[in-house]
């Protein structure tokens, strides 16, 4: 008899031990909560990532000298329109390239080639110039910038598509001044980065912005 009872308690508690196990994991299988967060954590990373690749914009830098010259246009320190050897790879500034100059100091100044600038540099037939320093980067555009947030206020299932996020996820993104934001409700769980990026202005100014990344 004893020997019974302690067989149906040890069986008892086999079973309750496969339950507990059991319930473990279901609630494992169905919630997981371990895949949530690394989602998120990847969802993020994503955002940031995407968001980035769709605002670069190239940026062409050349220094040119004007040298002494008798022809008309070199007096007013005009270049032609050209192809521009450095070290690395040629920059070649087409008819409809946006250009401006800048950090002018009497006959030198450089050249900014960018769809991200306005254009201010009218070209002339001065031959007579010296080239220096030529640099190409990708760098995030203001402008490009200011195109999402407009989008995000009127469009922002696309822009969500666009960008990489899964439809069961809402993400925003703030930038100085400027916000992709909607109202987060309470009681969820919200995950951020913060990062700095150059970013080109129209007038060809370059201003690290702090962007910070949100989503839930």
């Known amino acids: 008899m004893k020997n019974k009872n302690a067989v149906s308690r040890h069986i008892e508690m086999i079973i309750s031990f496969l339950l507990f196990v059991g319930f473990v994991m279901f609630l494992l299988f169905f919630i997981k909560p371990y895949e949530k967060a690394t989602l998120s954590e990847s969802v993020l990373a994503?955002?940031?990532y995407n968001l980035e690749q769709q605002t670069l914009v190239e940026l062409k830098s050349v220094f040119i000298k004007i040298?002494?010259?008798e022809e008309e246009d070199c007096g007013f320190k005009?270049?032609?329109r050209s192809e521009f050897r450095g070290s690395k790879s040629p920059i070649i500034i087409e008819d409809n390239d946006p250009v401006l100059k800048v950090n002018e100091v009497e006959d030198s100044f450089y050249l900014l080639v960018s769809p991200g600038i306005d254009n201010n540099y009218d070209f002339g037939n001065c031959k007579d110039f010296?080239?220096?320093?030529i640099e190409?980067?990708?760098i995030i555009s203001n402008e490009v910038l200011q195109e999402l947030n407009d989008k995000y206020k009127s469009k922002y299932e696309d822009?969500?598509?666009s960008l990489g996020v899964p439809s069961t996820i809402d993400f925003a993104v703030s930038f100085d001044g400027s916000e992709m934001e909607k109202n987060i409700p309470e009681?969820?769980?919200?995950i951020?980065?913060?990062?700095?990026?150059?970013?080109l202005f129209s007038n060809g100014s370059i201003i690290n912005k702090e962007f910070v990344f949100k989503v839930w």
Do not use: D, F, Q, W
């Open 130 to 133: 010296i080239v220096g320093s």
């Open 78 to 80: 005009k270049v032609k």
């Open 187 to 190: 009681g969820l769980n919200v």
């Open 136 to 138: 190409a980067r990708n």
């Open 46 to 48: 994503g955002l940031e």
């Open 192 to 199: 951020a980065r913060i990062a700095t990026k150059p970013v």
């Open 159 to 161: 822009l969500r598509e």
């Open 67 to 69: 040298e002494n010259s």
